[in-house]
């Protein structure tokens, strides 16, 4: 018989057998008034976590909630670095993960021994690092930022400063072209807006010749030039709500639409295909490892909860810091 730390080790979250037909939303809510809790949530995961979570937001938003908070444990039901970003922020609170393989695929690409080689090789340049990184990451980095802020923060440096912008080259890019700012970019990119398929959104702009595109500044260039609006999640939430058509393609992560066809229940809102372009498979694999049942052992047993090394969360807080200063 395995303990459930063990259990953590082996598979990341806690099994469980529902026999008795428990209500697990019903347990929840029971739960997280008992311990205090509170349960954040990214646009990403899916609608029915998003219903019942106590705040859900974009990465931005979601920092500013986690160093805001009097909950004793913070319940983070996104990605891996979302839940570490909370525990840098607020290092007193016990922040739990539903699922600890929620990765991502961006935080991947950028692995902390290869970007300090890097910042070695350029020496005297500011370090800009997009909040989906590891807590290593963040520790070398002079300043965070999020697809919402990510302008704004560029601009904050002044012009006679070289900048490193790490790791997506799609956001880096989009930001170098609307600051008319050179920088040193890494070459990594998300899986989800990365893929998709730039034929298969030119097929339904054909076949939606009234719809709007829009894209996240993840997506590749290709896409970005050819859409009606680029913004973060909730830049592209918000345009959708103001913007007079009724028809939207929508080349970000599908967990989005929740929020968008909730605010506007007459408008239509068209996911934009994967590479695959026959299907709309651009969900984003590790998001979607969240579940209830998922949240409900999270909370009933407080595991797997985050834990940094101190002197990594140290240093990793200065960037998120003077981030949050700045938006
Ligand atoms: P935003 O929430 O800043 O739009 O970023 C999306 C994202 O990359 C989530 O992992």
Known sequence: MFSLKEEIEKNGFIKFNNSENIDFVKEINKLRKEKNAVILAHYYVSGEIQD??????????????????????IVFVGVHFMAETAKILSPEKKVILPDLNAGCSLADSCPDDKFEEFIKLHPNHTVISYVNTTAKV??????????????????SIPENKPIIFGPDKNLGNYISRVT?????????????????????????????????????????????????????????????????????????????????????????????????????????????????QKLYTCLKYELPEIII?????EKAYKPIKAMLDLS
């Open 52 to 73: 019942i979570a106590d705040f859900v937001g974009d990465s931005l938003a979601l920092s500013q909630k986690a160093a805001s908070t009097n909950a004793d444990i």
């Open 180 to 292: 008319g700012r050179k920088m040193l970019i890494w070459d990594g990119a998300c899986h989800v807006h990365n893929e998709f398929s730039l034929e298969g959104i030119i097929q339904l702009k054909k076949d939606n010749p009234e719809a709007k595109l829009i894209a996240h500044p993840e997506c590749p260039f290709q896409i970005q030039i050819i859409a009606d609006f680029v913004g973060s999640t909730s830049g592209l939430i918000e345009y959708t709500n103001t913007n007079d058509a009724t028809t939207f393609i929508v080349a970000t992560e599908p967990g989005v639409l929740h929020e968008m066809k909730k605010r506007n229940k007459h408008k239509i809102f068209i996911p934009a295909p994967g590479e695959n372009y026959d299907c709309a498979c651009s969900e984003c694999k590790y998001m979607k490892l969240n579940n209830i």
């Open 138 to 155: 963040k520790a070398l980095t002079d300043i965070v930022c999020t697809s919402s802020n990510a302008k704004q923060i560029v601009e």
């Open 309 to 313: 090394d101190n002197t990594i969360r």
